[in-house]
């Protein structure tokens, strides 16, 4: 089955621009989503199908994917962006829903 | 407000059984598919089980399948887990999910601690 390879960890300074990969062999073939999940708290989605963003979700988060790869981009990133990200998608190939290693996003 | 919320957690030996519930409140519950995710401590997020509106359709990870059973009430606006057969393996925060094209509502989670 699918697995969707994130960086384990990205450093970024407030104010600047932090972008979180996903990689998989398939993913072009599928819609995948982002969450954004803080300590102790249940998972929040900031992207969903590549690029759309739920309301309530800052434009500063933007999805996109290329070839193999999806990327979340945070802009202009905020203390309060500090969190762990993981992309999902669906693998039709065996029916499962598949989530990435996790990236944690550090704010320096 | 669109809420979920798990209960059923707790401590359970290996080998023993729990299930779980998920009540919904909010929204038209029986619109919508519903998975139940998991994460274990200090671990990722892993997807366990989805089931479709009518139930009709039901989805588990190799890691569950054969030990436990997703089931859904519409009437009483509520989805289950039934989980037998459990290992440490097991042990995990089991949060539920509304299903629109992605999982856009979350619970909060209940916590299940497999231990002898």
């Known amino acids: 089955s699918s697995v969707l390879t994130q960086p384990p960890s990205v450093s970024v300074a407030p104010g600047q621009t932090a972008s979180i990969t996903c990689g998989e062999n398939?993913?072009?073939?599928?819609?995948v989503h982002w969450y954004q999940q803080k300590p102790g708290q249940a998972p929040v989605l900031v992207v969903f199908d590549d690029s759309s963003r739920p309301s309530g979700i800052p434009e500063r988060f933007s999805g996109s994917k290329s070839g193999n790869t999806a990327t979340l981009t945070i802009s202009r990133v905020e203390a309060g962006d500090e969190a762990d990200y993981y992309c999902k998608m669906w693998d039709s190939s065996s029916d499962h829903y598949v989530f990435g290693t996790g990236t944690k996003v550090t704010v320096l | 407000d669109v809420q979920l919320v798990e209960s059923g957690g707790g401590l359970v030996k290996p080998g023993g059984s729990l299930r779980l519930s998920c009540a919904a409140s909010g929204f038209g519950f029986s619109r919508y598919a519903m998975n139940w995710v998991r994460q274990a401590p200090g671990k990722g997020l892993e997807w366990v089980s989805s089931i479709s509106s009518s139930s009709t359709y039901i989805y588990y990870a190799d890691s569950v399948k054969g030990r436990f059973t997703i089931s859904r009430d519409n009437a009483k606006n509520s989805m289950y887990l039934q989980m037998d057969g459990l290992s440490v393996e097991d042990t995990a925060i089991y949060y539920c999910?509304?299903?629109?094209?992605?999982?856009?509502?979350w619970g909060n989670g209940t916590r299940v601690t497999v231990s002898s």
């Open positions: 398939n993913i072009g073939d599928n819609s």
């Open positions: 999910a509304r299903d629109k094209t992605s999982m856009d509502v």
